[in-house]
């Protein structure tokens, strides 16, 4: 099962190397551009850096593929605010994306952070996966405490990711293993895994004995159930996703009801 579960990551661990790319064209409003590719996959993020001459650069937008077009191999990107390096005492460029700009894709793709519900998965997974630079939870868990978030969502992984470089989020439920780009929390890859456990630690295994939790506010109320918060997590991010759908479709009536959520016109 191992070997099965190493050779079905390697896609992904070759995209631990960074994409370059440089933009054609951007739209009138600045909310998108067009770039000349290999295959990308929708979901995977990036940002665009300017560079102004052999020495300084800057990094001026996030960057999203939300379609490839096969016949004229071009990827669209979303483009949005970069907030990566935000400091509100400096000032900060207002630099708009043009032609000519580069796209760092997949950036921070050797670089992970496993949720597992608990210590042995983990270390299993983490051990045996030994191309990726496992970030340990230890360091997310702090993460959330300090924002008094018991429950992760999607900010806090999209903060912490910033923060620490990482650019994969893997989670393990129901015996497989889920791989989504860290900042759109698109999914990217479902991998079977099979692994047993008795009582999952909350929200994920780390050894942070409790989270603080804030007084108001989404997260701040603790975790009710470790795979049934998970994987509604995936579905509202992916509500288009045919190998999400096709997965849950597969599993036992607990998680069915998530069928309804998805949004495509015709479920294959």
Known sequence: MIRYLLVLLVPLLLLGGEIHLTLQSVSKDGNSAVTKSGKLQNGVSGFIVRHFNNEHSAIIANAIVTHYDKAEKTATLALSEYTGLRQNSLPSGRWEPKAGDEAILAYGYNRGILLA????????????????????????????????????????????????????????????????????????????????????????????????????????????????????????????????????????????????????????
């Open 117 to 268: 519900p608990d210590e042995t998965i983990w270390r299993r997974l983490t051990t045996r996966i030994s191309a990726v630079d496992w970030i340990h939870p230890d360091n997310f868990a702090t993460y959330l405490s300090f924002a008094g978030h018991p429950t992760p969502i999607k900010e806090d992984i999209n903060g912490f990711c910033t923060l620490s470089n990482v650019g994969l989020l893997y989670i393990y439920a129901e015996k497989s293993l889920f791989t989504l780009d860290c900042q759109s929390l698109t999914l990217l890859q479902i991998t079977a895994a099979s692994f047993e456990y008795k009582k999952p630690k909350l929200p994920f295994y780390s050894r942070v004995e409790e989270i603080r939790e804030a007084w108001w506010g989404e997260g701040s109320s603790p975790i009710g159930a470790y795979e049934p918060y998970y994987f509604q997590l995936m579905v509202e991010y992916n509500p288009s996703s045919q190998k999400l759908y096709d997965y849950l479709k597969t599993q036992n009536s607990d998680y069915r009801e998530l069928l309804d959520e998805f949004e495509f016109e015709e479920k294959q």
